[in-house]
């Protein structure tokens, strides 16, 4: 009799996938780091504070567009509410009321116009950045991993439509162009007459120094101006102004925040005039 083992005939039972839980960073082929991440600092606080910020400005803003009410103190109209296109807008003297469309079922006139810079700074590459990491966590932080088990990017709906900004920009020059309308009859006085300056001036001045700085510090702007050219030394008046804006982009976080903050405080600050808690200070 033969001796010897004999092949066992007994199958070995399926290899089991990865875990649910092993999707993401976590599946097979990344690096076997059990640790949810490596850094050591308060990663949390940039997007915690982003977070904040932005939904302080989501807040008030949403409380202004629907209050439809002390938004113009002769000569200041908020920024909120230009250009003022519905017919139940207060009068602006001229110059500032414009009256293009109907009542809207009462609807506040600032619902008419917010959609367009709202729209602008929604699809901006910084603010993408900014409310993805403050709200969606995606990621949270550089080297921190995000929570979410697939990543599409914006390769689909709602994100895709992301790629609509170029278009935002084109919509928000006309609003800058006309705020800057209104800042410039900021230097009349509640009768129309030139040669007036008063705290709002100022006010309306650096805020639509901002608008325009945020503005044209625009990636899509960028791109207008030197993109698709082979040579630079064939338009130098492009390539000066490609200079120029590049300047402005490289600081397009900072315009971003200070020009959002500056809205708010020009609006808020329409505000007290028009509802009467101070009279705006005259310089000249």
Partial sequence: ?????????????????????????RTPGRAAIT????????????PLVTALGLAAFVAYS??????????YAAPYVSPFYSPCLAS???????????????????????????????GFRLT?????????????????????????????GETRLPLILQNVHRYFFYLALPVAGILTF?????????HGAWGHAGLGTLVLVVNIALIWAYTLSC???????????????????????????????????????????????ADFYVYLVASGVFDDPRFF
Avoid at 4 to 20: H, I, L, R, V
Avoid at 124 to 152: D, I, L, M, N
Avoid at 241 to 249: E, F, M, Q, T
């Fill in 1 to 25: 009799m033969a001796t010897g083992t004999t092949p066992s005939t007994a199958t070995s039972p399926p290899q089991a996938g990865p875990p649910k839980a092993a999707r993401g960073v």
């Fill in 35 to 46: 640790a949810a991440h490596l850094r050591t600092d308060r990663w949390w606080v940039p």
């Fill in 62 to 71: 949403t409380w202004r567009a629907f209050a439809n009410s002390h938004y």
């Fill in 88 to 118: 139940n807008c207060a009068d602006m003297n001229g110059g500032a009321d414009w009256h293009l469309f109907g009542s809207w079922w009462g609807l506040s006139p600032a619902l008419l116009v917010l959609v367009f810079p709202l």
């Fill in 124 to 152: 901006c590459y910084y603010y993408r950045k900014a409310y993805y990491r403050g709200f969606w966590a995606s990621p949270p932080a550089c080297a921190v991993a995000e929570p979410h088990a697939k990543y599409t």
């Fill in 182 to 190: 209104d800042t410039v009859l900021a230097f009349r006085d509640p």
């Fill in 219 to 265: 990636h899509s702007c960028r791109h207008i101006i030197g993109g698709k050219l082979r040579h630079f030394s064939a338009h130098p008046v492009r390539y000066r102004l490609w200079g120029w804006v590049g300047v402005l982009n490289s600081r397009h976080m900072l315009l971003a925040w200070s020009s959002l903050i500056s809205v708010a405080v």
